[in-house]
């Protein structure tokens, strides 16, 4: 029996339930001192579009060792989620797949908000380098699948994002 699949229901579950918990909130999102931070991802090459660049959040479940960073504006929700122990001292490149599997993983996903019906587009491979600040930054560059099997290239930027503490029943266990 394979895990893959498992793991790709883990990693849509762990996003989609933290931009679900997201949803209705469209307003700047602030950290303590009043820190902003946003999530970019874009789609390059044939219909290039930007899809989402909204205020993010970022949550980090120690118990499970997840970071998840989401943003949700009016026309698409986005979210990344990374195997880490938060913080991080040095740069690192975490490995998109389907789901979270080990340490130094990814996974990340976009869904437009006016398709509930549509798939998602998940990552299947592609990286996400993340800096040693205390708010997470970085940058992604991440191939996707759309409807039709065809791949969507999707690179985009987090800036700043507070990070807080905490965990729910969607972040998938280790």
Known sequence: MSIRPI???AAGACISGALVACAGDH???TGAG???GRLLMERE???SARLVEAPARATWCESDS????????RAWTGGIALRVAWPITAPRTFTVRRGLEGAGTAAAVLRSM???VGPALLGVSGTVRVEAVAAATGRLDVISEAADGSP?????SFRAVPVTAGCNSTTPSR
């Open 7 to 9: 793991l790709i229901r």
């Open 27 to 29: 307003d700047e999102v």
């Open 34 to 36: 009043g820190r902003t």
């Open 45 to 47: 090459g044939r219909g």
């Open 66 to 73: 997840a970071l998840v960073i989401v943003a949700v504006d």
């Open 114 to 116: 006016g398709d509930s």
């Open 152 to 156: 969507v290239r999707v690179t985009g």
